[in-house]
């Protein structure tokens, strides 16, 4: 008998499949990873396992999910539930929820604007958005930059989904200029998530 098709994770090379991907090699999880673009030629082919027509999406035989977050909590139970812990759950959430209404709502805003526009889009970067966005980095990233004082993670003594996930845009910060110079426990801090293969290169060996 034929063994039953492996549980695939769907990305891009966009920023919240990575962070996907680079959970599920973190964790090893012995998932069939496919390179995906839902939201062109395939769209009408993913709606029906994601009528947002978005990546990340994970798929099991009787379960399907998408957006990163779900994806990485799911995972995290499956194979390490240390990446998620239990009793430090809100905790990770609060960080979870920190980075997507503030933190990396800012950064993105970096990444699009001089990552996204110029190879998708035929117009010149939004400068009053990166100045909105240079401002709120800013400040939150003080916040953070002070966090991490006597802290090398963010929730306990190990790396946790609360530091992948409010790290989701530091990779491109260079390209993007993020501007990070004047944090430098957040620079510290990122270069240890570095040190993870999974984090470094989660795309190493895929499409």
Do not use: C
Request: aromatic share 14%; glycine share 2%.
């Amino acid at each position: 008998m034929a063994p039953p098709p492996a549980d695939t994770l769907y990305y891009s090379h966009n920023l919240n499949p990575r962070v996907a991907v680079a959970v599920a090699r973190h964790l090893r999880a012995p998932l069939r990873f496919v390179r995906a673009d839902p939201m062109g030629r395939e769209r009408e082919a993913f709606r029906p396992i994601n009528p947002n027509t978005r990546v990340p999406i994970l798929v099991e035989p009787a379960l399907t999910l998408w957006e990163t977050d779900a994806i990485a909590m799911r995972l995290a139970e499956r194979f390490d539930e240390s990446f998620w812990p239990p009793a430090q759950r809100a905790e990770v959430m609060l960080w979870v929820s920190w980075a997507a209404h503030h933190f990396t709502g800012a950064a993105g805003v970096f990444y699009f604007e001089h990552i996204v526009v110029p190879r998708y889009f035929d117009r010149a970067s939004d400068l009053a958005a990166l100045q909105t966005a240079d401002r709120d980095f800013r400040e939150f990233a003080a916040i953070l930059d002070d966090t991490l004082a006597g802290r090398r993670w963010l929730v306990g003594d190990a790396p946790t989904y609360a530091d992948f996930r409010v790290a989701a845009a530091l990779p491109f910060a260079e390209e993007a200029r993020i501007p990070l110079e004047p944090f430098p426990r957040i620079r510290a801090w990122h270069a240890r998530l570095q040190e993870f293969d999974a984090w470094r290169e989660p795309f190493a060996g895929l499409d």
